[in-house]
């Protein structure tokens, strides 16, 4: 009988691709999204939609009901709103993340896998080593990711609710967002280039992001989900990184200089060789291969989009 899967978040970015993934290797999903950053044109038309909340636990229940995993991806995400909306980053990302797994365990669901984030590093030296870097948070979003993690961990551990977390690092791809909130410095570049305006980069740009396709991200979270591992964290990143002003140069010359702004780290790079060993995963797309691919997909869009 197919596998039944719950993508929470499954209607934003990485979600979406997830589901995508998920539904290509034969699964039967079941996405649920509040759809404050996801979109609805984003959930896959083979897929079950339940627009609900994680906050809302009665809600969670009834998503996790004949479920045979749960892919937790849900999340109020990034830095910057985190600080400007403490309460509701608490709620999405603790709260809401207890919920999904106490639905988990009273459905009895066979697995979770857990999206975290590499902002658990802070301003750690690099590379990033997930079993004995410390953590240094910057901001109240790397904070709640990080209690996401331990409650995940803890229900493994506890009720023997088999899980995993994996902490991306800078995912980027078709669908990332470029403007608003939840923006990503490659997609605000890439919208800010089509539109023929001049790249920001905050401060001298010599902060270093390590970049990972959202096509990785996915084989990742599909190959921690068939394995027989669970209690562990994983880094998903390219193992490779690039400064903000390498960046922009890549993608227009026609730059700006703003300050620096709070919460940013200096340096993300992760070390890649645990995931490797127990998983056999590896990144298949280079930051090359990827750039180019998505500078060619936004001149498509916009040319799509264009009056006739």
């Not at 709640?144 to 023997?160: A, P, S, V, W």
């Not at 905050?202 to 084989?219: A, K, L, P, S, T």
């Not at 645990?274 to 869009?301: C, H, N, Q, Y």
Request: hydrophobic share 40%; aromatic share 8%.
């Amino acid at each position: 009988m197919t596998a039944k899967i719950l993508v929470t978040g499954g209607a934003g970015f990485i979600g979406s691709h997830l589901v995508e993934g998920l539904l290509a290797k034969g699964y039967t999903v079941r996405v649920m999204d509040n759809l404050a950053s996801g979109r609805k044109d984003w959930v896959h038309p083979e897929s079950e939609f339940i627009e609900a909340d994680i906050c809302d636990a009665n809600a969670c229940l009834r998503a996790a009901e004949g479920m045979d995993a749960i892919f937790h991806m849900a999340a109020m995400s990034r830095a910057g709103p985190s600080l400007d909306n403490i309460e509701i980053c608490t709620q999405s990302n603790i709260i809401g993340t207890q919920n999904i797994l106490v639905a988990s365990r009273a459905k009895k669901v066979g697995k979770v896998v857990y999206s975290g984030s590499s902002t658990y590093y802070g301003n750690q030296p690099a590379p990033h080593f997930e079993y004995e870097t410390p953590s240094q948070f910057l901001n109240f979003y790397a904070l709640t990711k990080y209690m996401g993690e331990q409650y995940t961990l803890m229900f493994d551990n506890i009720f023997r609710l088999p899980a995993v977390v994996l902490r991306y690092f800078n995912v980027y791809g078709p669908r990332q967002p470029q403007e608003g909130a939840y923006a990503l410095v490659l997609g605000i570049f890439l919208k800010r280039w089509l539109e023929n305006k001049p790249l920001v980069i905050h401060g001298e740009g010599r902060q270093r992001r390590d970049f990972i396709h959202v096509r990785d991200v996915v084989r990742a979270n599909i190959m921690a989900l068939e394995s027989d591992v669970h209690g562990q964290i994983f880094n998903v990143g390219s193992g490779t990184n690039i400064s903000i002003q390498e960046l922009a140069d890549l993608i227009s010359k026609n730059q700006v200089h703003q300050q620096r702004r709070p919460g940013d780290a200096e340096i993300t790079l992760a070390d890649i060789r645990r995931i490797t060993a127990a998983l056999g995963w590896r990144p298949e797309i280079s930051f090359d291969d990827g750039l180019r691919e998505m500078m060619s997909s936004v001149k498509a869009d916009m040319l799509q989009l264009a009056p006739l």
